[in-house]
């Protein structure tokens, strides 16, 4: 079985500060990781991926997650966020060799001006 | 490209009335699930496709729940007697395999209202 865990429902954060949103899975296999976002009203979509390969990815709007399999998590950062970075994240894997993606609840960041 | 479309985009039902939510996936994706969001909540699972697989129906809340998908197109979720705590967005996603990604499309959602 895999899962997903977002240890923070809610991150407020100055703007221009850095963030790091938390997320941790567990799997028995090889895994896939997702961060998705989804900005107020609006549909999700896809921040970034893990597959294979290096540990840090780098994804859309200056976003980045290292892939810690010792840790088992996914951290996603921002070194310096934005207003427009307001939004709900949130983090899935998907076990190798298994279709079903499972996602985290969530965490509201709200950027503070 | 067209992306996943849901329809309706709202939907207000009196309690104890079946409603029916409709999502078109984008064309070629083998995957389609659905996914319940509760206000101020988290995406709830609730079913997945695969091709011609036996769907994954584990998420389902109740028995009054029920999705169909004919093939690798068209996905329709069918809530019966409709409560109150039904209220929420629907979401519809589609993925097929561009490597071993999985990478989800979301639809824009069908909100729920049951009054």
């Known amino acids: 079985a895999q899962s997903v865990t977002q240890l923070d429902s809610q991150v407020p954060v100055f703007e221009e500060a850095p963030v790091e949103l938390r997320c941790n899975y567990s799997?028995?296999?090889?895994?896939?990781l997702f961060w998705y976002v989804q900005y107020p009203n609006q549909g999700l979509q896809l921040l970034l991926k893990?597959?294979?390969?290096?540990?840090l990815v780098k994804g859309i709007n200056g976003f980045e997650a290292e892939f810690n399999k010792s840790q088992t998590s996914f951290h996603l950062r921002k070194p310096s966020v934005h207003i427009s970075d307001t939004a709900e994240y949130f983090c899935?894997?998907?076990?190798?060799?298994?279709?079903?993606?499972?996602f985290g609840i969530g965490t509201k960041l709200q950027v503070i001006p | 490209g067209a992306g996943v479309s849901q329809s309706p985009s709202n939907k207000v039902t009196e309690k104890g009335k079946d409603v029916e939510l409709r999502c078109d996936p984008i064309s070629g994706h083998t995957a389609l699930y659905w996914y319940r969001q509760r206000l101020g909540q988290g995406l709830e699972f609730l079913i997945y496709?695969?091709?011609?697989?036996?769907?994954?129906k584990s998420g389902l809340p109740s028995d009054r729940f029920s999705a169909e998908r004919t093939g690798e197109s068209v996905s329709t979720l069918t809530i019966q007697r409709t409560q109150q705590e039904d209220s929420a967005v629907y979401l519809c996603?589609?993925?097929?395999?561009?490597?071993?990604?999985?990478?989800?499309?979301f639809g824009p959602g069908t909100r729920l209202t049951v009054t």
């Open positions: 799997s028995s296999v090889s895994v896939y």
């Open positions: 899935a894997v998907r076990s190798g060799g298994y279709q079903k993606v499972t």
């Open positions: 496709f695969q091709g011609n697989s036996a769907p994954d």
């Open positions: 996603a589609s993925s097929k395999r561009e490597g071993s990604s999985y990478e989800q499309y």
């Open positions: 893990y597959l294979s390969g290096s540990t």
